[in-house]
T-cell receptor
Framework: KAGVTQTPRYLIKTRGQQVTLSCSPI?????VSWYQQTPGQGLQFLFE???????NKGNFPGRFSGRQFSNSRSEMNVSTLELGDSALYLC????????????FGPGTRLTVL | EDKVVQSPLSLVVHEGDTVTLNCSYE??????LLWYKQEKKAPTFLFML????IEKKSGRLSSILDKKELFSILNITATQTGDSAVYLC???????????FGKGTRLSVIA
């Protein structure tokens, strides 16, 4: 089975722009979670989606949003980028939310200048 | 206050040493304790421990869960340079809540 894929792998944006990141889960997995990873804060939970519904949302401002499509692929969007949004954005999938074992994608490295 | 606390934050050992990484967690609605290894990008899954499976082993890596004292340890014996990574632990809870990750332990194994 192919693993979790994320696109793009690297992205450079400037302050004020917006960005959309994409995640394709492992085939058959219906739960997708997004995390932001920075050196100081570690892995911070952003959202979790299951069957196109957001089940959980982390403590991030409204500039961070996401969605899930009927094929379980997920996107996250960050609007009005700030320097502090520079981070590695990781997506993880599991077959159902109640199965805690999540499998991570390679991440998207976002740099905001 | 952090719910999942890992220690030490970083560790440098020589090849062949044995290391023990620690992870303490909260008990509220506890369901599972997971360990991941992160080398460059994607964390890779190592073990999941639950109330019904408190000890896991795979090659030189092993992990136990102490439900009474609310912590888990990850043991690596005969360390190799390829074990250099950040090791993350995460707690899974019942009740529709996401995994909570600790900040990780950075392990450096030098030849």
């Amino acid at each position: 089975k192919a693993g979790v894929t994320q696109t793009p792998r690297y992205l450079i944006k400037t302050r004020g722009q917006q960005v959309t990141l994409s995640c394709s889960p492992i085939s058959g997995h219906r739960s997708v979670s997004w995390y932001q990873q920075t050196p100081g804060q570690g892995l911070q939970f952003l959202f979790e989606y299951f069957s196109e519904t957001q089940r959980n949302k982390g403590n991030f401002p409204g500039r961070f949003s996401g969605r899930q499509f009927s094929n379980s692929r997920s996107e996250m969007n960050v609007s009005t980028l700030e320097l502090g949004d520079s981070a590695l954005y990781l997506c993880a999938s599991s077959s159902i939310p109640e199965l805690d074992t999540q499998y991570f994608g390679p991440g998207t490295r976002l740099t905001v200048l | 206050e952090d719910k999942v606390v890992q220690s030490p934050l970083s560790l440098v050992v020589h090849e062949g040493d044995t290391v023990t990484l620690n992870c303490s967690y909260e008990v509220t609605n506890f369901r599972s304790l997971l360990w991941y290894k992160q080398e460059k990008k994607a964390p890779t899954f190592l073990f999941m421990l639950t109330s019904s499976g408190i000890e896991k082993k795979s090659g030189r890596l092993s992990s136990i869960l102490d439900k009474k004292e609310l912590f888990s340890i990850l043991n690596i014996t005969a360390t190799q340079t390829g074990d250099s990574a950040v090791y993350l632990c995460a707690e899974g809870n019942s009740g529709n809540t996401p995994l909570v990750f600790g900040k990780g332990t950075r392990l450096s194994v030098i030849a």
